[in-house]
């Protein structure tokens, strides 16, 4: 059988046992990493990073300041679990391509892999999303039988119609019971605004925020040769387009578009990986977890 770290997108999608794609990705992971990206807050001193907006001012190393003129914060290892919060994306946009590896797809798998990645280090997950206009939750917690929840309901939600990430965003942080991670696998196209503000909300209520953008191949380069009618997975909005003539100034609108989320991600001090579909999803996250863990 193919190593783990050499899972490609089309095998991982392959395999229907979610729980077993989860350990399948996390386990190409493995090599090179030692201690566990994520960070929660106590008395007990765990490392610096570099003073982001929002952050406590009293956790401010003045020696460093004085030293390296330069700001740094002083982070600290939990004594209880870390609870983070998984946010996943379930909108009609999501279901795109509709042939091969879509993008929700790839996102229930990376969804997947980060809950079993957090129970196994002994850290507590829940999940919100929305499925037919309705809130689906389920709390932060630990252990084997909890993880086998949060993948199942993974496992029935199906893309459709709109979601509301504004609402997701801040019932996901409102219902963790202390600050925790607030993770959002999106594509990010519904209210880009709206979501920003939300999520620098969240991080103001001391929660971790972090951000996984979900793209595909085609929606990055426009492929595409010949008139074709392109439908809104949403709306149902359909409109006719000769792909080449617009091409140039579509993909200067994409890059843009993702340019935008990045930077303001950066900005905000939010943790953020751009995913696209063709990427192997065990190299996707293992990169992201190392920037993750990685001195800020």
Request: aromatic share 8%.
């Amino acid at each position: 059988m193919t190593t783990p770290q050499s899972l490609s997108p089309d095998l991982v999608a392959a395999v229907d046992d979610l729980e077993v794609v989860a350990r399948l990705i996390v386990e190409g992971t493995r090599s090179g990493q030692h201690r566990s990206p994520f960070h929660g807050f106590s008395t007990e001193f765990s490392q610096y990073r570099a003073y982001r907006p929002g952050d406590d001012l009293k956790y401010l190393d003045w020696k460093a300041l004085a030293r390296s003129d330069r700001l740094y914060t002083r982070q600290f290892r939990e004594t209880t679990n870390m609870s983070a919060m998984i946010c996943l994306d379930s909108s009609g946009s999501m279901a795109y391509p509709e042939a091969g590896l879509s993008k929700f797809r790839y996102a229930t798998m990376m969804a997947a892999a980060l809950a079993h990645l957090i129970v196994t280090q002994g850290d507590a997950v829940g999940l919100m999303t929305m499925q037919a206009g309705r809130l689906v939750y389920l709390p932060a917690r630990g252990g084997r039988g909890h993880l086998r929840m949060v993948l199942a309901q993974i496992d029935r939600l199906e893309p459709e119609g709109r979601w509301d990430p504004k609402t997701v965003i801040a019932r996901a942080a409102d219902l963790l019971r202390r600050r925790g991670l607030v993770c959002v696998l999106s594509d990010f196209y519904d209210e880009p605004e709206a979501t920003r503000v939300e999520l620098r909300r969240v991080n103001r209520r001391g929660h971790d925020v972090a951000l996984l953008q979900v793209v595909s191949k085609e929606e990055v380069e426009l492929p595409f040769a010949g008139d074709l009618e392109f439908e809104d997975l949403e709306t149902g909005a359909r409109a006719w387009l000769d792909p080449r003539s617009a091409r140039t100034e579509y993909r200067n609108a994409v890059a843009d578009f993702l340019e935008g989320w990045r930077s303001s991600a950066n900005r905000d001090g939010f943790d953020f990986a751009l995913m696209t579909t063709d990427q192997k999803p065990s190299e996707a996250l293992r990169s992201y977890l190392l920037r993750r863990g990685a001195p800020r």
